[in-house]
């Protein structure tokens, strides 16, 4: 570039360098113009002064025949004959010479007829010397203007296509590198930089496009790292909320197993490409599986369990099967949580039911200490009022009502013993399956009755409420069965039907009408109003055994009516 510039520039320099040295040759060469035009206009004038020589044969004819020739022979005419002359100036120059020798030879021989005949001619040939000067001076100005203005308008050319190329090839590239850096400074690295075939330009926007290129590397990667730490931290935040919400959820009321299949489906939703299942370990034989939305896949390749541990205890393992890769910190602590949340659900319904039987323990040792031994006395007093009697009293109306009496204060410490032991069952944990277990042992040793138990419910299922009325009702119940049905088998079923408990004590006694013949006697209507606490219903019906079942059906989850 700076060689094609220099060549312009160079060009014009000698072009206008060309311009100044033939406009001064021209004037140099015109300089004499002027004499010869004054030269050739005085040989017209001498030439008819010459006629007055000619006539008056005067002796001065021989000096202004020399003062004509110095005129005609000067230097000035004398140009007319140089090789830059046209050729028809000078040979009217020499034309004008020849009749000039005429001219002298009559002057000579003072013949003034000849003379004067030929003056016009002669002075005509001198006008047409005057002309010819004249037309070549100014043909020499003509030229010399004719010259400058082609010089001129080349020279306005040659710079118009000068600024045109600077134009297309300097200024055009550099502002597309302007534009360029522009963008770059906008953050746009993407830029298409000129090409040119000049080194300057080039090496220019190859450096400019080296740079951007350097820049767009180095912001791509800034932007990557921005994006990885605000992905890691957007992560981090949701797993945080759905960690905190999931165990203000868990806290908030009873920990069932709607509240553990919700805390599943919004992992699920954090997780979709997930399939998750809750495994919680309620004894040796039975486990309570909870799905996530979405089921369980029949064939999985590979299954990844964590474990609930919390300090000692092991509840269970989180099972999760997922096409993408597992995020094992998020499943480990969410397994860790749930595991706390029960530990600490189980504890709390724990002390709440060791509450509930501690009052009512204090209520039993009451109902001992004062109801107890009233009925103990009142029947002691009606078997001394029974023996204090003389004969001539004991007529059948007073002996029928001292019967009733006494049936009456026995029936009443009998339930009131019953009532006592009822109050007195006691639950060390909050897994009803163990405490009917205890339960039925005790009973176990009273009869030789074969007593079954078959549970079902899942944990969790049932509050702590609820465990303790049904543990008393499936006592009173299975009491009933040993004492006044005379079975010899009982069978005792804990499952559900999909939405409510069904509680089942079926035995192969004496059936159900001779039960109902005896119905205030065996505590039937303490049963329904414990069912009605629980909102539900116990019902008494035969079974093909002959005996009798009593069910008792009631939803999960749920106060008891006080």
Known sequence: MTSTIFGVMLTLILLSSGLATFAIANLAYSLGDTRAINASGSLRMQSYRLMFYANSGSEQADEKIQE??????????????????????????????????????????????????????????????????????????????????AGLSLMLLIAFFAVRFTKRKVVQPLHQLMES????????????????????????????????????????????????????????????????????????????????????????IHEPNTFLRLVISQDDKEKLVIEADGGWPLSSVTQTRFALKFDDNVLGYLEVTSTDEINHPLFENFA???????????????????????????IARELHDSLGQLLS?????????????????????????????????????????????????????????????????????????????????????????????VLQ??????????????????????TTDGCDVLISISDDGVGLEKLKERDQHFGIGIMHERASRLSGVVDFRSNDNGGTTVTLQFPPEQEPNQ
């Open 377 to 469: 006395f009142l029947k002691i007093q009606v078997n001394l009022l029974s023996k204090g009697l003389d004969v001539g009293c004991r007529s059948p109306q007073v002996e029928l009502q001292l019967s009733e009496i006494n049936e009456g204060v026995n029936t009443a410490y009998v339930q009131l013993r019953e009532l006592l032991s009822t109050f007195r069952l006691t639950i060390k944990d909050p897994n009803l399956n163990h405490a009917i277990e205890v339960m039925l042992d005790q009973l176990k040793s009273k009869t030789d009755a074969v007593i079954t138990l078959d549970y079902k419910l899942p944990m969790q299922l049932l509050g702590a409420h609820q465990h303790i009325h």
């Open 68 to 149: 004509f020739e110095t005129t005609l022979y000067s230097d000035a005419l004398k140009r007319s004959l140089g090789w830059m002359t046209p050729d028809e100036l000078a040979d009217q120059y020499l034309l004008v010479i020849q009749k000039w020798k005429l001219m002298k030879l009559y002057i000579e021989e003072e013949n003034s007829r000849l003379y004067a005949a030929s003056l016009k001619d002669f002075v005509d040939t001198i006008d047409l010397l005057v002309l010819e000067t004249e037309q070549h001076a100014a043909f020499k100005l003509r030229l010399l203007a004719a010259s400058q203005i």
């Open 473 to 494: 009702l499936t006592r009173e119940a299975t009491l009933n069965a040993i004492k006044h049905a005379n079975a010899k088998h009982i069978d005792i079923s804990c």
């Open 336 to 362: 860790i949580m749930l595991a706390r949340s029960i530990v600490i659900y189980n504890a709390g319904e724990q002390r709440q039911q060791l509450a509930l039987m501690e009052e009512r323990g204090v």
């Open 181 to 268: 850096a522009n963008v770059i400074s906008k953050g746009n690295f993407d830029v298409d930089v000129p090409q040119s075939e000049y080194i300057e330009l080039s090496a220019l926007s190859n450096a400019l496009a080296s740079t951007a290129k350097e820049l767009s590397a180095l912001y791509s990667n800034l932007e990557n790292q921005v994006q990885e730490k605000t992905f890691a931290l957007t992560r981090a935040n949701n797993e945080l909320k759905l960690l905190y919400d999931n165990l203000v959820m868990l806290h908030s009321g009873k920990l069932d197993i709607s509240t553990l299949k919700q805390a599943l489906n919004q992992l699920r």
